[in-house]
């Protein structure tokens, strides 16, 4: 089973402006972590995210052209600021690896099962 862990940082779930870049120990700690998936043979990919000024958003509406957003986004209450993509064998297995995670107070890990082709085979 494949899942993403998504981690939305404190600091982007409320207003004012981008964190500053990760602290020397932090980035050292996450490394560990990091290491250890590996190490498990669990991480398929994983990556942090640009904060949301430097991104853009496409939108969708039936019938229309999509209209393109640069960021920041003022409507956004969490973004997200990088994910993991893990496999293993159930879903307690991910949270578990999720619950490990050196994160910082306030942060958040959301942890989402990936669809499967056999999912939609009838």
């Not at 229309?64 to 969490?78: L, N, Q, T, Y």
């Not at 999720?98 to 958040?108: E, F, I, Q, S």
């Not at 990936?114 to 999912?119: G, S």
């Amino acid at each position: 089973m494949r899942f993403m862990m998504l981690m939305i940082p404190a600091v982007y779930q409320g207003p004012g402006e981008s964190p500053a870049a990760p602290t020397p120990e932090a980035i050292a700690e996450m490394s560990v972590y990091n290491e250890a998936l590996v190490k498990a043979g669990i991480l398929l990919a994983g990556d942090g995210l640009h904060p949301p000024e430097k991104g853009a958003r496409v939108k969708f509406a039936a019938g229309r052209k999509p209209v393109i957003s640069d960021g920041p986004f003022s409507e956004a209450k969490e973004v997200l600021g990088g994910f993991w993509m893990i496999q293993v064998r159930s879903k307690d297995e991910a949270v578990e690896w999720a619950r490990r995670c050196p994160a910082g107070d306030g942060d958040v890990i959301e942890v989402r099962q990936v669809f499967e082709p056999a999912d939609f085979e009838s």
